[in-house]
């Protein structure tokens, strides 16, 4: 299958920002729940925001006031703009989307849920003086 697109990632150095972009290819349904997921080295993958097309987002308490997720009007492009970055968000980050709404936890989009129909390849992230 053919998968998101990501783009954006690099170095930067701590207290720093950088703007990551996901695109649906044309090929795939226009998704209604997106999300940017992270993997560090040795880590385990977590979600760090999710969005749900009818308006609600979520993010991790790690990054909450530091990442901000937003879309373009076609639904097809994601954007996580990340300011204030420490070493620890160091990671490669994914971007994830599904055909059906996002799974809602106390009527918040669900970071906890990774079933996910679509799933980029990826692009790295390196927080580092």
């Known amino acids: 299958q053919v998968p998101l697109v990501e783009s954006g990632g690099g170095s930067a150095r701590p207290g720093g920002p950088l703007k990551l972009a996901c695109v649906v290819p044309?090929?795939?349904?226009?998704?209604?729940?997106m999300a940017w997921f992270r993997q560090a080295p040795g880590g385990e993958r977590e979600a760090v925001a999710v969005?749900?097309?009818?308006?609600?987002?979520n993010y991790a308490d790690s990054v909450k006031g530091r990442f901000t997720v937003s879309k373009d009007t076609t639904n097809r492009r994601l954007t996580l703009e990340m300011r204030e970055l420490k070493p620890e968000d160091s990671a490669m980050y994914y971007c994830a989307g599904d055909r059906w709404g996002c799974t809602l936890i106390n009527g918040r989009p669900s970071l906890v849920n990774s079933d996910y129909s679509y799933w980029g390849q990826g692009t790295q992230v390196i927080v580092s003086s």
């Open positions: 044309g090929s795939i349904t226009t998704p209604k729940c």
């Open positions: 969005f749900d097309f009818d308006g609600s987002t």
